[in-house]
């Protein structure tokens, strides 16, 4: 859903008039081939006044934040979407732009645009809402960090974020800077997202996006910040010089995100977030699914008081995960999408959840519910104890990849399965990998 509004005060009357305002999705990318080429999904910002500062959106308000994104795709217009799909009140967006980021803070050049929403500079997103700029023309090359500048005077914390970006973004001292170039005002740092949910290029006829989704392995806990060292990020760079080199890999995984319950820290459930994160990007034509560690997981961890990131604490057998993995399955199908399953990587789990996983990565690979499979268990796992990663591929907590372990996740999806036709895969046999 997106609208506009010119002024704050008609806030809520733009969030009472949203379904009427708006455009339908084929009529607003309409004008071009239009692929998204950097995406975050979006989550709640928890409300508890237990929660740690980690947990806490920083304080903007009256501040403008430059956010840096990379790239995917070339093209020569860009259009930005905002997410205000936590949000408890509408925000309003008093000035945003787009430029080419020449490191930091500061933008190269001339290269700065002024974004506007249906021809005005200032806009208001209703709760629950999202909201997409128009195009602009800017000549970005593929692999370009693009800075995106908001100046809000929004009372209050952002209620929707990204939680963990791997990225420096900045926050300046009171004022809007959105059209700064030097980034000295830039005084504050964070590594969220606020409110910035997709970059879209018009570009190539032959480009097309792939969303990853899943949970802190996709994500890219504990890679290195600001390197883009996350397993679709390293994918992205493989495609280069390859017949894949059209394909922008979005990146939409939630860190702590289960496929079958919700959290107060960890978003949505994937199940009920797949068809807005993944499903609705411009251009999208696959997905990529990896999930379901965490579920396995946050049934045996002991409730705490306050903020308990891991509640609900159910116990989740493989039969629970696999029927929602199909029921996740048959929304890609019924928007003629193609999804491919990754298999869950070892965790050092006990015994009793170890079966869980294994009996798990069996069905990924041998039902031929998804249209292919990506093996990324058997790419990182130690051999001589398959329930554990290879030490060089483990990050230290036994759970997520080291940056080398998220290259290997990436080396091990089979280029053939991402530019394959993009009908559905008729149901049968599974897909065989290419590589």
């Keep these: 859903m997106k609208l506009f509004?010119?002024?704050?005060?008609?806030?809520?009357?733009?969030?009472?008039?949203?379904?009427?305002?708006?455009?339908?999705?084929?009529?607003a990318w309409a004008d071009g081939h239009w692929v998204g080429t950097w995406a975050a999904a979006p989550q709640a910002v928890a409300q508890n006044r237990a929660a740690p500062s980690y947990d806490r959106a920083p304080a903007v308000t009256g501040r403008t934040?430059?956010?840096?994104?990379?790239s995917r795709l070339a093209g020569q217009r860009v259009r930005v979407t905002f997410s205000n799909t936590f949000g408890t009140q509408p925000l309003a967006i008093s000035e945003a732009t787009v430029a080419l980021s020449a490191g930091d803070a500061a933008l190269r050049p001339n290269t700065e645009r002024l974004l506007s929403f249906r021809g005005r500079r200032a806009a208001v997103i209703a709760p629950g809402a999202e909201l997409t700029s128009d195009p602009v023309s800017l000549d970005v090359p593929a692999g370009a960090a693009l800075a995106v500048s908001l100046y809000s005077t929004q009372p209050g914390a952002p209620t929707t974020w990204h939680k963990v970006a791997s990225q420096v973004n900045y926050?300046?001292?009171?004022?809007?800077y959105a059209e700064d170039f030097d980034g000295k005002a830039y005084r504050g740092r964070t590594t969220a997202y606020l409110w910035l949910a997709g970059v879209a290029l018009d570009t190539r006829s032959s480009a097309f996006a792939v969303a990853a989704i899943?949970?802190?392995?996709?994500?890219?806990?504990?890679?290195?910040?600001?390197?883009?060292?996350?397993?679709?990020?390293?994918?992205?760079?493989?495609l280069q010089g390859t017949e894949a080199r059209h394909v922008a890999i979005l990146n939409l995984g939630i860190s702590g995100n289960r496929l079958l319950n919700?959290?107060?820290?960890?978003?949505?459930?994937?199940?009920?977030?797949?068809?807005?994160?993944?499903?609705?990007?411009p251009g999208v034509r696959a997905v990529i699914l990896q999930v379901g560690i965490n579920d396995i997981n946050f049934g045996a961890t002991p409730p705490r008081r306050g903020l308990d990131c891991d509640a609900p604490h159910v116990v989740v057998q493989?039969?629970?995960?696999?029927?929602?993995?199909?029921?996740v399955i048959a929304q890609a199908h019924a928007r003629g999408i193609r999804i491919l399953g990754g298999t869950l990587l070892p965790a050092s789990l006990p015994p009793e959840r170890e079966q869980v996983r294994l009996a798990v990565n069996h069905w990924i690979r041998t039902s031929g519910a998804f249209d292919g499979v990506i093996d990324f268990d058997a790419a990182l796992r130690d051999p001589t104890m398959p329930?554990?990663?290879?030490?060089?591929?483990?990050?230290?907590?036994?759970?997520h990849p080291s940056d080398a372990g998220y290259a290997a996740m990436a080396a091990a999806v089979p280029l053939g399965l991402l530019v394959a036709p993009a009908q559905v895969a008729q149901r049968g046999a599974p897909t065989s990998p290419l590589e």
Excluded at 171 to 176: A, E, F, L
Excluded at 214 to 238: E, K
Excluded at 268 to 273: D, S, T, V, W
Excluded at 318 to 327: C, N, S, W
């Design 262 to 281: 919700d959290s107060a820290c960890y978003g949505q459930r994937l199940e009920a977030r797949f068809a807005r994160d993944a499903l609705a990007q």
């Design 5 to 27: 509004c010119l002024t704050i005060s008609r806030a809520a009357a733009c969030a009472a008039l949203a379904v009427a305002l708006a455009p339908s999705s084929a009529a």
């Design 171 to 176: 926050i300046s001292t009171p004022g809007n």
């Design 65 to 70: 934040v430059r956010q840096i994104v990379y």
């Design 318 to 327: 493989a039969k629970d995960l696999i029927a929602g993995y199909r029921r």
């Design 214 to 238: 899943g949970d802190s392995i996709t994500d890219g806990l504990h890679s290195s910040l600001n390197q883009n060292r996350r397993w679709p990020d390293a994918l992205a760079r493989r």
């Design 387 to 399: 329930d554990r990663l290879l030490p060089r591929f483990d990050c230290g907590d036994h759970v």
